[in-house]
């Protein structure tokens, strides 16, 4: 079904990811930012439910600015994919969708709902809204139940050790051990300058991240992407538009 061809990094992405999932363990995407994340994770996908009900089913959890994103994505990525938006009032989740599209508020909001069932992909875009592992975000992204586990982040997730612990919480739980081992074991002595800890640590997570820089990428990429970017207004937004607009 895609009509997009992948660039040689992103194959290598690609590969990466589906050894993952076929492996079972959760990973960090955590290229730069336009280095094309979400086709990645959408080429890496299992396939569709199909006549023989035999597909996958997966939950994307974005933030609410990029909901649309994710459904045109879809749409011309994936079109063997039946998709659902998980949103408004008297949302239900679609039991027939491959692929559930929801955002950070209503995981919160909804956790229980989202946690009673068994996904085979959930994958957290822009996971740095689980940063704090504290936070109610961050907790019921825990909760969630699913065979492979995978965040997106174009932030560099090794800058904050907190955000590097949460984000490998979700995807591979025990990795790291509880929070209070981790600060005990890495990040008090990392943060007093222990060289040696550091590197035991980027040896501990280097299987399960993969981060590419758009330096050293560069020469596969067009000189400029175009990316829409959808909003939908609500009633002040769009007076307040329109009088603008009309202005101008």
Not at 19 to 31: H, I, P, Q, S, W
Not at 100 to 118: C, E, G, K, Q, W
Not at 160 to 173: A, C, G, K, V
Request: proline share 5%.
């Amino acid at each position: 079904g895609t009509s997009a061809s992948l660039r040689h990094y992103q194959e290598t992405g690609v590969d990466w990811l589906v050894f993952c999932r076929d492996a079972g363990l959760g990973c960090v995407l955590a290229d730069d930012m336009g280095l094309g994340k979400t086709i990645q994770a959408l080429a890496a996908i299992g396939p569709g439910q199909g006549k023989a009900q035999g597909g996958s089913k997966t939950l994307v959890v974005c933030p609410k600015s990029v909901l649309f994103n994710w459904q045109s994505e879809v749409a011309k990525f994936r079109p063997d994919l039946r998709v659902a938006m998980y949103a408004g009032a008297r949302r239900q989740i679609d039991p027939t969708a491959d692929l559930v599209i929801t955002s950070y508020p209503i995981l919160r909001n909804d956790v229980d709902a989202l946690a009673a069932v068994t996904w085979d992909t959930a994958i957290l875009d822009e996971s740095q809204t689980i940063k704090n592992p504290d936070s109610q975000v961050a907790r019921a992204a825990y909760k969630l139940v699913a065979r492979w586990k995978l965040t997106l982040s174009g932030t560099p997730v090794e800058t904050r050790l907190d955000e590097l612990w949460s984000q490998l919480h979700f995807t591979n739980p025990g990795l790291l051990g509880g929070r209070a081992d981790f600060q005990d074991r890495w990040a008090e002595p990392i943060s007093l300058g222990d060289n040696a800890a550091a590197a035991r640590l980027r040896e501990r997570i280097r299987p399960f991240v993969l981060r590419r820089l758009k330096r050293d990428v560069a020469k596969e990429l067009p000189p400029r992407t175009e990316a829409v970017m959808y909003v939908e207004l609500d009633e002040t937004e769009r007076v307040t538009y329109d009088a603008i607009r009309a202005a101008t």
